[in-house]
């Protein structure tokens, strides 16, 4: 695996890692673990798929640098008791990685994907340490899809918000970038 440039310090960081962590996510945690994270929690609703991948990927890297959390991401009550476990467990929580998306453009879909967001909680003026967010967007940003309107519509609104809030007036309060 060819090793990405990191344009942060990733030593000692408690990363929040929701959505698609099995198959697609894994790689990125693999590298965030090789960057020298200290604790990661990973989120998703394939519960066989995330034991495997905590269990393998602490034997590798050491026990509790991993923790799977069964969650479906989209039930808000669900995401936000599992990041306030983390919360509680760790003390903090620097990085948020929202990977979560679903390719289904009907009503409860759009409505599911518009509630993703972690800026209250980890804005230093909310008394959160600060941190950041990484918001995963879509290919579909760049272009029309008329195959899935409102998928390409979040995620381009996901990445306009990341790029709008990443200006220097917000950005030294709480860095989120759009990938």
């Not at 495997?52 to 990927?57: N, P, R, T, V, Y």
């Not at 590798?60 to 990041?83: A, T």
């Not at 879509?138 to 200006?167: R, W």
């Amino acid at each position: 695996m060819n090793k990405i440039a990191m344009a942060q310090d990733w030593k000692d960081k408690v990363v929040f890692y929701n959505g698609q962590i099995v198959p697609k996510g894994a790689a990125t945690v693999k590298i965030l673990l090789e960057e020298g994270i200290k604790h990661v929690a990973i989120l998703d609703v394939n519960e066989e798929a995330g034991k495997s991948l905590q269990d393998e990927l602490n034997e590798k890297y050491g026990d509790n640098r991993v923790k799977f959390i069964k969650c479906d991401v989209f039930d808000e009550d669900q995401l936000m008791n599992s990041f306030h476990a983390v919360l509680e467990e760790q003390g903090y929580i620097d990085v948020v990685v929202n990977y979560a998306f679903l390719m289904n453009d009907s009503k409860e879909t759009y409505k599911k994907m518009i509630n993703l967001n972690f800026v209250k909680f980890m804005s230093k003026e909310n008394g959160g340490s600060g941190g950041t967010i990484i918001n995963f967007t879509s290919i579909l940003t760049l272009f029309q899809s008329e195959l899935l309107p409102i998928y390409s519509a979040t995620k381009s609104a996901i990445s306009m918000f990341s790029n709008c809030i990443g200006v220097s007036k917000y950005s030294s309060k709480l860095p989120v970038p759009a990938h």
